[in-house]
């Protein structure tokens, strides 16, 4: 017997490992089922694969909020019940507090006009174009150390041993923090991605997620205060210092911009290289393409990110009753956009699951449309031109052949927690 759409998404939801390596037959039938939009019922959300609806709800923050991107309130339950419980415990009681009165603010991804906009214009200096165009030597020369680490191996493991560090070691250093404290920061990052995309996480994963928060926020919030008295070039003194209209951000606004910056500005970062290793690994004849002609290395970072981007989806609920393409849709009723899916709709470009460096226009939805399009953008281009490039200079560059795919278990965030390869060893770079 055939599972339903509903039976498939379910499945989708319980982290089913075919199914988050390969959604894409999914996203096919669902968008062939719609009509032009599918309610699930196990997601208690539309899902919204349709390019052109999904721009409808981006454009109009007004009728669909941003306030719950990552869960339906359904979901969020089981963070909720099992912070209850955890709060029982001594040596966790202040950070569940803490975490109470967090959870109560709005801060960038989770905000709306008119918080949304005041946020924005306090932070966009922090990713402003030419501090952006001055850090890529330095990209350049992280990039170089971390590849001659492992270059005279002629093996690696592509995702830890480089797209995790890449992004992780640049975000450290843009918040100015020391990186001898590398694995903690990467540990907080990866905690707080817990609630993200896992629909009954586990009271072990909530309490770390808690936990990580109130260590991140103790750390941080001391240095903010250090910022504020002593400014210096870098992203806690623009989130420190920043404001609109003679008003500075609130302190939540702070500690919630900055943490959103460490998860954003690495996980995601780390997904598109590792999605861009293993084209490179997998298609000899586009990588001798490409090492033959770098300036096709943008075009192709623009592809990685629309065939397999690193956001399979994210939530939006409606404030006022509206409706998707003529279906009735009414107030407090989420919609699920799945913008892997968007960028692969056939009514955006021809032979969509095609991998085609060539495809112009491409008006992938990867970093979101509108209001909320990725602050961060700039640098996640950035990185993945800088990656692409030093792995396009691995020869004869392969997977192994011990390398088994592995994925995030998240329906939201999709990326290879692994990518094991080969290539001619280099003695020397340079």
Same mark, same amino acid.
């Given at each position: +017997?055939? %599972?339903?759409?509903?039976?498939?998404?379910?499945?989708?939801?319980?982290?089913?490992?075919?199914?988050?390596?390969?959604?894409?037959?999914?996203f096919?039938?669902v968008?062939?089922?719609? /009509?032009?939009?599918?309610?699930?019922e196990?997601m208690?959300?539309?899902?919204?694969?349709?390019?052109r609806?999904? =721009?409808?709800i981006?454009v %109009?923050?007004a009728?669909?909020?941003?306030c719950?991107?990552?869960?339906?309130?359904?979901?969020?339950?089981?963070?909720?019940?099992?912070a209850?419980?955890i709060?029982k415990?001594?040596? +966790?009681?202040e950070?569940?507090?803490?975490f109470r009165?967090?959870?109560?603010? &709005?801060?960038?991804?989770? /905000?709306?006009?008119?918080?949304h906009?005041?946020q924005?214009?306090?932070?966009?200096?922090? !990713?402003?174009p030419?501090?952006?165009?001055?850090?890529?030597?330095?990209?350049?020369?992280?990039?170089?150390?971390?590849?001659? #680490? !492992?270059?005279?191996?002629?093996?690696?493991?592509?995702v830890?041993e480089?797209a995790?560090?890449?992004?992780?070691?640049?975000?450290?250093?843009?918040l100015?923090v020391?990186e001898?404290?590398?694995?903690?920061?990467k540990?907080?990052?990866?905690?707080? #991605?817990?609630?993200?995309?896992r629909?009954?996480?586990?009271?072990?994963?909530?309490?770390?997620?808690?936990?990580?928060?109130?260590?991140?926020d103790?750390?941080?919030?001391?240095?903010v205060?250090?910022?504020q008295?002593?400014p210096?070039?870098?992203?806690?003194?623009?989130v420190?210092?920043?404001?609109?209209?003679?008003?500075p951000l609130? =302190?939540?606004?702070?500690m *919630?911009?900055?943490?959103?910056?460490l998860?954003?500005?690495?996980e995601? @970062?780390?997904t598109?290289?590792?999605?861009?290793?293993?084209?490179l690994?997998t298609d000899? *004849?586009?990588r001798?393409r490409?090492?033959a002609?770098?300036?096709?290395v943008?075009a192709f970072?623009e592809?990685?990110?629309?065939?397999?981007g690193p956001?399979?989806?994210?939530?939006?609920?409606?404030?006022?009753d509206?409706?998707?393409? *003529?279906?009735p849709?009414?107030?407090?009723e989420? /919609?699920w956009l799945?913008?892997?899916?968007?960028?692969?709709?056939?009514?955006?470009?021809?032979?969509?699951?095609?991998?085609?460096?060539?495809r112009?226009?491409?008006?992938?939805? #990867?970093f979101?449309?509108?209001? =909320?399009?990725c602050?961060?953008?700039g640098? #996640?281009?950035?990185?993945a031109?800088v990656?692409?490039n030093? +792995?396009? %200079?691995?020869?004869?560059?392969?997977?192994?052949?011990?390398?088994?795919?592995?994925? +995030?278990?998240?329906?939201?965030? &999709? *990326?290879? @927690? &692994?990518?094991?390869?080969?290539?001619?060893?280099? @003695?020397a770079?340079?």
């Amino acid at each position: +017997m055939t %599972d339903s759409l509903d039976d498939r998404i379910r499945r989708l939801l319980d982290r089913d490992e075919e199914l988050l390596a390969s959604p894409w037959q999914l996203f096919d039938d669902v968008r062939e089922a719609s /009509a032009p939009a599918f309610y699930s019922e196990a997601m208690g959300a539309w899902v919204i694969t349709s390019h052109r609806l999904l =721009h409808q709800i981006l454009v %109009d923050p007004a009728t669909w909020s941003n306030c719950s991107p990552t869960a339906t309130y359904e979901f969020r339950n089981p963070v909720a019940e099992h912070a209850h419980a955890i709060e029982k415990e001594p040596e +966790m009681a202040e950070a569940v507090r803490r975490f109470r009165n967090r959870s109560r603010g &709005r801060v960038l991804n989770t /905000a709306d006009p008119p918080e949304h906009v005041r946020q924005r214009r306090a932070l966009n200096r922090a !990713f402003r174009p030419d501090r952006l165009r001055a850090l890529q030597p330095e990209v350049a020369s992280v990039s170089e150390s971390l590849v001659a #680490a !492992f270059a005279p191996r002629g093996r690696a493991d592509l995702v830890q041993e480089y797209a995790v560090l890449l992004p992780m070691v640049m975000i450290s250093r843009m918040l100015g923090v020391s990186e001898d404290e590398l694995a903690v920061f990467k540990g907080w990052s990866d905690d707080f #991605a817990i609630p993200i995309g896992r629909a009954r996480p586990s009271r072990d994963e909530v309490r770390s997620y808690i936990k990580s928060e109130y260590e991140f926020d103790e750390y941080f919030s001391v240095l903010v205060e250090q910022r504020q008295a002593e400014p210096r070039d870098d992203l806690i003194s623009d989130v420190a210092n920043a404001e609109v209209d003679g008003e500075p951000l609130t =302190h939540e606004e702070r500690m *919630g911009a900055l943490r959103q910056f460490l998860l954003a500005g690495n996980e995601t @970062t780390t997904t598109l290289l590792g999605n861009i290793g293993h084209r490179l690994a997998t298609d000899r *004849g586009l990588r001798d393409r490409l090492a033959a002609d770098r300036d096709l290395v943008p075009a192709f970072v623009e592809e990685a990110l629309r065939h397999e981007g690193p956001v399979t989806g994210l939530f939006r609920v409606a404030t006022r009753d509206t409706d998707l393409g *003529g279906e009735p849709v009414a107030e407090g009723e989420f /919609a699920w956009l799945a913008f892997a899916a968007a960028n692969r709709d056939p009514e955006l470009c021809p032979v969509p699951h095609e991998f085609d460096i060539a495809r112009h226009p491409n008006d992938h939805v #990867a970093f979101g449309y509108g209001e =909320h399009y990725c602050i961060g953008q700039g640098l #996640a281009r950035l990185e993945a031109t800088v990656g692409a490039n030093a +792995m396009l %200079d691995l020869p004869n560059l392969v997977l192994a052949r011990d390398h088994r795919d592995a994925f +995030m278990d998240s329906y939201i965030l &999709r *990326g290879r @927690t &692994r990518l094991l390869v080969g290539f001619d060893p280099i @003695t020397a770079l340079g």
